[in-house]
């Protein structure tokens, strides 16, 4: 393979076919303690790997993509780790599209590391896209951002995050605001992709008139979207529409614990996710 060329199709593309298939909604694979015990299972390792298979067995050839959440396998340490390698592993093994939500971000130098685990050919923490944190400057990302199209792999930046918190930084600068510099940047990736490109955008379903007031452009930018807080944060399928009806062919909604507490059935967990998605479409 000559130089360069990305090991398989870019992950703009890849994405896209997978939300034509099965919809516009990305499941949370977040094996919170309170999950685990409503699971009757351990707050171990163990309980971790039950968890994680069970949700990509019920969900692999049904939704677009899962998004394990780092941090709640990080809380196990190197054996936790371990089990988000092998969850990750078994993503790719069903043909499931893999978020892994690390909100990494960092110095350039450290950020070629960061890159290298998560977008790396053969890292054995390799996801199809991962999420990062822009607010070490956006241009640290870049060995994220290039490594990511050369091995085919996506990223999603956080721009308007979901949580109420995030307003007091991202907001900051009303028609020039952070954020928007953030969507403006990752447009610039995606300049002539189609329908979008491979490098997203994190935008939170509880945005609410933000966008509109902050005069931010999500269609122009041809960045996937994806927007948590849809269920347990208690946005809806309706509030997603009115915030997104300019971008909704971009637009993949996520969603963790309120499908994930209809486990451990397996056909409970596929009906709550095809019920959340049937909200969306
Ligand atoms: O702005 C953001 C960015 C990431 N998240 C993550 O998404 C899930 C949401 O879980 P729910 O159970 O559906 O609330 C979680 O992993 C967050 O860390 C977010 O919520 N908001």
Redesign the pocket.
């Known amino acids: 393979m000559a130089a360069g060329t990305p090991t398989r199709r870019p992950f703009g593309e890849r994405l896209a076919a997978a939300m034509a298939e099965h919809g516009p909604l990305c499941v ?1 694979i ?1 094996p919170h303690p309170g999950l685990l015990e409503q699971w009757s299972l351990p707050d171990d390792a163990e309980g971790l790997r039950a968890f994680s298979r069970t949700v990509v067995g019920a969900l692999a050839g049904q939704v677009a993509a899962v ?1 394990p ?1 780092v ?1 709640l396998y990080e809380r196990h340490g190197s054996r936790g780790m371990a089990v988000l390698e092998e969850t990750l592993a078994a993503c790719a093994e069903a043909g499931l599209l893999s978020i892994a ?1 690390a ?1 990494r971000g960092d110095i350039g130098s450290t950020m070629d590391a960061y890159a290298a685990a998560w977008l790396g050919e053969g890292s054995p923490l390799a996801a199809d896209a991962v ?1 990062l944190s822009p607010y070490l400057g956006y241009e640290s990302l870049r060995p994220a951002l290039d490594l990511a199209r050369r091995t085919g792999r996506g990223v999603f930046v ?1 721009a308007l ?3 109420p918190e ?1 307003a007091s930084v991202q907001h900051v600068g009303g028609e020039r605001s952070v954020a928007r510099g953030i969507v403006d940047a990752a447009g610039r990736e995606n300049s002539g992709a189609s329908p979008f490109g491979s490098t997203g955008l ?1 935008v ?1 379903a509880t945005v609410g008139d933000a966008l509109a007031r902050l005069g931010i452009d999500l269609a122009g930018s041809r960045a996937p979207i994806l927007a ?6 208690g946005a809806t399928g309706a509030d997603l529409r009115a915030a997104f009806a300019d971008c909704w062919p971009q637009l993949l909604a ?5 499908i ?1 507490r209809a486990g451990p059935d397996a056909a409970a967990l596929r009906s709550a996710a095809l019920r959340t998605r049937d909200t969306l479409v």
């Open positions: 949370g977040d998004k959440q941090a939500d909100k999420t956080l995050t979901s949580n995030g994190v939170g948590p807080g849809l269920g347990a944060q996520t969603s963790s614990r309120d994930l």
